[in-house]
């Protein structure tokens, strides 16, 4: 074979191989970006970073169009269980600057955990597979400071307050006389992991065996910072 004809078809052969090359990447690259990269760097880095893009006004909103939409109707694969308190100045999809089907998230006010609350975190470590889970407080929650200042209530909402009242955590603040708002946040916050930890065999299983991790949170009402518990 000549040697032109040859080194034709060797240029050829290459050309191909850096377009299949290019098209793999521009098709990683695009297909779900913003997950491959969560799993590179971990859940917790994750939220981390979308945190800091949310406090410092450079929010990438990922994930939240309508094309993901039909793309995530076959599942849900979440990276994070979020349990937090219904104020709707504290929403985690914002607050952390993730999208749709990235955060599986529990929502009551004062960020209260009951049997439901676990029983859905067990269902998302169990079923969905999630390694992390956060427990986040607020500052300036509105059952902590309802509970601090012995606020009468009447209805069902008394039984968040009740709840906040018998937590030992929360109690042990009072015996002190702390009058640190802040404190009683994060005492709330550590109280709820406990619940998790005492009365669920199944994320005990997964926290023993090294396949999941809770930590708490507190977000600034201030500044849109959140602060990981260590
Ligand atoms: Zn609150």
């Given amino acids: 074979m000549p040697v032109k004809i040859k080194m034709k078809r060797v240029s050829a052969y290459f050309l191909m191989c850096i377009c299949v090359l290019v098209f793999m990447l521009t098709v990683s690259c695009s ?110 929650c509105g059952a902590i400071q309802a509970y601090l200042d012995s606020t009468e209530l009447t209805g069902y909402i008394k039984h968040i307050v009740d709840s906040i009242a018998g937590e030992t955590e929360i109690q042990n603040l009072r015996m002190h006389r702390s009058e640190n708002t802040d404190m009683y946040v994060k005492a709330n916050v550590i109280h709820g992991i406990r619940q998790l930890v005492v009365h669920s065999d199944i994320i005990r299983e997964r926290l023993g065996e090294s396949q999941l991790h809770i930590t708490g949170a507190v977000y600034s009402m201030v500044d849109g910072k959140v602060a990981f518990i260590k």
């Fill in 31 to 140: 297909r779900d970006d913003y997950q491959v990269r969560t799993e590179e760097r971990g859940p917790l880095a994750s939220l981390a970073e979308g945190n800091t893009r949310f406090h410092t006004t450079q929010p990438r909103r990922p994930s939240d169009n309508i094309s993901i939409v039909r793309k995530m109707s076959a599942g849900q694969h979440p990276n994070a269980v979020i349990i937090c308190c219904s104020d709707s100045r504290v929403s985690p999809e914002l607050v952390f600057d993730q999208g749709l089907g990235d955060l599986f998230v529990i929502r009551t006010a004062g960020n209260v955990i009951g049997p439901i609350e676990i029983g859905s975190v067990e269902y998302a470590v169990e079923h969905l597979d999630v390694k992390l889970v956060v427990v986040m407080g607020h500052e300036r």
